[in-house]
C-alpha cells in the first residue's frame, strides 16, 4: 500500500516525526509528501534523502494562499522546482480552491498562478499533483489544453460524479481518495461508481482524521483501503494490487 499524499514535513509530527514514519514503514511500500511551498519543498527534499526509497518528494505551492503572494515569492518557489527536476516525483500539490476563496478577483490570480504551474508539469514533463476544491470542471478545462504533461491525480478527489466521467476519458489522469472514505457520503458513492484502476489511496495527513481528536498520519492510509475494498466487494489484497500498481506507474515508484 502507498500513501500518495501526506504532509509528514508540517508541524504537527515535529515531535515524533520519526516514530510516525517508523509506523509508516511498518506496513506501506511507500509515502509521497506533498511540499505546499518553498519552505516546505525544502523540508521534504530533506526527508526524502533521509528515507531514501521510502519517502517520495513531490513540490507544490497551495493555492489557498497563492493569491496572497508576491511574483517574487511564487518565482522563488517555481526556480526551485526547475533547479530540482530530478529529486521529486510530482509537481504538487498546486491546484485552485473556491471554497475558502471567494473572492473573484483572487479566484483569477489563483487561476493565473496554477497556470503558470501547469505551463512548468508540461514543459518539464512531470506528473502533476492537483488540489481542486469546489472548481473540478475548471481545474479540468485548464489542464486539458496541456499534452505533455504525463500523468494528472486530481489529489482527496470530491467533485462530482460527471465531472469524474470525464476525468476518465484520460488514461493517464486519476482520482486520489483519503480516510474521508471511511465517513464521507459522497465519497463512498464516488468510490463505488469509478474503477479502480482510476484510483489512487492518501490520507492527507496530518488532515482528515476519522475523528476530530486524532490526528491522521501515513499508516492510517491502510483504513481508506479498507472502505475502498467494501464499497467494491474486493478483497482487500486485490485493491492493494491495483492501486499500488497505479502509484508506482503514476510516481515511477520502484
Do not use: W
Not at 526509497?53 to 493569491?67: E, R, W
Not at 479540468?140 to 466521467?165: M, Q, R, W
Not at 476519522?210 to 467494491?232: C, D, H, Q, T, W
Request: glycine share 2%.
Amino acid at each position: 500500500m502507498i500513501d500518495t499524499h501526506c504532509h509528514i514535513d508540517f508541524e504537527e509530527f515535529d515531535s515524533d516525526r520519526d516514530e510516525v514514519i517508523k509506523r509508516a514503514q511498518e506496513v506501506l511500500e511507500a509515502v509521497v509528501d506533498s511540499g505546499t511551498n518553498y519552505e516546505s519543498n525544502q523540508m521534504v527534499l530533506e526527508l526524502s534523502a533521509k528515507y531514501p526509497n521510502f519517502i517520495y518528494s513531490s513540490f507544490g505551492y497551495h493555492p489557498v494562499a497563492s493569491h496572497t503572494k508576491t511574483d517574487e515569492e511564487i518565482k522563488l518557489a517555481q526556480n526551485f522546482l526547475i533547479e530540482h527536476l530530478d529529486e521529486y516525483v510530482a509537481l504538487g500539490e498546486v491546484g485552485m480552491d473556491y471554497y475558502y476563496v471567494k473572492d473573484k478577483s483572487f479566484r483569477e490570480r489563483q487561476g493565473k498562478i496554477f497556470t503558470s504551474f501547469v505551463e512548468i508539469a508540461n514543459e518539464y514533463k512531470k506528473p502533476l499533483l492537483i488540489h481542486a476544491r469546489n472548481c473540478d470542471k475548471k481545474v479540468l478545462n485548464i489542464i486539458k489544453e496541456y499534452d505533455n504533461i504525463p500523468y494528472v491525480i486530481f489529489h482527496c478527489y470530491s467533485g462530482s460524479l460527471k465531472t469524474a466521467k470525464r476525468i476518465m476519458e484520460y488514461d493517464n489522469y486519476f482520482m486520489s481518495f483519503s480516510t474521508m472514505v471511511c465517513y464521507s457520503k459522497q465519497h463512498q458513492e464516488l468510490v463505488k461508481n469509478i474503477p479502480l484502476e482510476f484510483i489512487l489511496t492518501e490520507t492527507d495527513s496530518p488532515y482528515l482524521a476519522l475523528s476530530r481528536e486524532e490526528r491522521n498520519e501515513p499508516a492510517f492510509v491502510m483504513r481508506g483501503a479498507r472502505k475502498i475494498a467494501e464499497l467494491k466487494e474486493l478483497n482487500l489484497e486485490y485493491v492493494n494490487e491495483i492501486t499500488s500498481y497505479n502509484a508506482k506507474k503514476v510516481f515511477n515508484i520502484k
